[in-house]
């Protein structure tokens, strides 16, 4: 006899188990030979190897299948235990390449625009990706979309967010509130987007033990993040010193992706940004990619697209904190070194 315990990270213990454990006792129908007990977020099998093995690969089945659709019907796990099993997976309905992943209730969290989906597939090919465009255009949204589906499938162990608190100078201390109080203002934009594709239970777990950390960037001095996906929100309020320090904490097996909106910096006057200066610096580098999202990819309300489009056509030429010209309007950059 042996033992193993399984982690379910990757789907809702609900969606798994059902209501009063209904789709759990189908799948312990399938497994006569086991003896499996589910608490929370992980599963003891206790019983020959060869079944344990057994179980893993139709447990995998049921899990590609939620990530999929979204959706684990009683109907649906019978099918997947059952002979066909490994059949189904394969046949099923493919509900759009677009898709990132299913977040709480269902939701259909995708790439909503071309300029999204190339940010999709860049990072599928390089370990750093810039996606740089105008307010409402799903740059953070996707990003963390992108982090929480590699934290998810296992390619990462943990997701790092941060942006520059820039209102507050880096320094917070005349803030009332511990210092999560003083931070959480200016990263809610993150947990925002986390509450749409993480259980809330969850996602305080992955918090508190750190598998999700969301800090101001002043925090990341001094740091090598390795193993991790680690966004950079707000990059166009970072300083040229700040961006540096930023970029050189990438460890070997990392994900990075910075995010910015030129056309909205908040540094102190004559404070050149460290995003402008990036995109001249380090354009033809192997495995960075720069994506340039613009007005089309607006998804917020028809009025943000009217009013960025207004503010474009009234805006002066530039001082030291223009973004370079030598960008595409729309698309990216590839890198051919």
Partial sequence: MSEKIIAVDSVEPVELYGVNDHKLNIIKKHFPKLRIVARGYSIKLIGDDSEIERFE????????????????????????????????????????NDVILFGNSGLVIKARTPNQKKMVESIDKNDMLFAIGPAGTGKTYTAVALAVRAL?????????????????????????????EKLDPYLQPLYDALYDMIPLEKLNQYLESKIIQIAPLAFMRGR?????????????????????????????????????????????????????????VIKNVQGIDFIYLDGSDVIRHRLVKAIIERYDEAKPESKENQAPTSHPAKGRTKDKS
Avoid at 79 to 94: F, H, Y
Avoid at 242 to 247: A, E, G, I, V
């Fill in 224 to 280: 090598t993040l390795d193993n991790a996906f680690v966004i950079l929100d707000e990059a166009q309020n970072t300083t040229e010193s700040q961006m540096k320090m930023f970029l050189t904490r990438m460890g070997a097996s990392a994900k990075f992706i910075i995010t910015g909106d030129a056309s909205q910096i908040d540094l102190p006057r004559h404070q050149p940004s460290g995003l402008i200066q990036v995109m001249r």
């Fill in 152 to 180: 998810k499938n296992k390619e990462v162990r943990r997701i790092i967010l941060t942006r520059p608190a820039v209102e507050a100078g880096e320094n917070l201390g005349f803030l009332p509130g511990d210092l999560k």
């Fill in 57 to 96: 690969k139709r447990f995998d089945l049921l899990t590609d299948f939620y990530h999929k659709n979204g959706v684990l019907t009683e109907h649906t796990i019978e099918r997947l235990l059952g002979q066909a099993g490994t059949n189904i997976i394969e046949s099923m309905d493919d509900t759009g």
